[in-house]
């Protein structure tokens, strides 16, 4: 069994961009407030500055099993490796003055338990209800009974969508995309 929690399967299928996102642009941040794991619940319309959000299907611990044909999908498997790219430049992040969140549809307790588990140090929301993906119309995964967000990071700035990456691949690369434009806009 692979405990290299970075660790991503070759030859997964890449996703390719089906104009999903291309809505997004300049979109203002929705007037949302969603449960982080910090316990707490955020409004992400209030956070001035740099604020980057990288949501994801869904993490896991190795015990559970993942839906049958995960690896199939385009662009589902890499969620841990990717969190594990943000924690690891979690530092440059803050010097570049960037508020930072992971996202997915799982329920804030679920987040905190995979939060613990990789060490992330920052905070994940839970969009469990939907309403953040249904305002920015956000594409998603549909795997059994199961409603994910499709992988894309946003990166707004006092409130307003200023750069987004989707596709998203492979994951556990797209930190460096993230660190390359911040720096670009200092």
């Known amino acids: ?41 955020v409004s992400l319309s209030n956070i001035p500055g740099w604020l980057v959000i990288y949501c994801y299907p869904m993490t896991g611990p190795a015990h559970v099993p993942l839906p049958p044909g995960w690896d199939e999908i385009p662009g589902a498997r890499g969620c841990t490796p990717q969190a594990c790219s943000f924690r690891d430049h979690y530092q440059e992040l803050q010097q570049l003055q960037a508020t930072v969140f992971g996202m997915s549809t799982q329920t804030a307790a679920t987040q905190q338990t995979e939060r613990e588990r990789i060490h992330l ?66």
């Open 121 to 186: 140090p920052f905070h994940l929301l839970s969009d469990e209800q939907l309403l953040f993906s249904r305002a920015l119309q956000l594409p998603m995964h549909y795997v059994e009974d199961l409603v994910l967000i499709k992988r894309v990071t946003l990166i707004f700035k006092d409130g307003y969508l200023q750069k987004y990456f989707y596709p998203v691949f492979p994951p556990d690369k797209n930190i460096d995309a993230v660190l390359a434009y911040l720096k670009e806009q200092q």
């Open 1 to 41: 069994m692979q405990t290299d929690l970075t660790y991503l399967p070759p030859n997964l299928p890449e996703p390719v961009d089906d104009g999903a996102c291309d809505h997004l642009s300049r979109m203002q941040m929705p007037d949302i407030t969603l449960r982080s794991t910090a316990g707490t619940m």
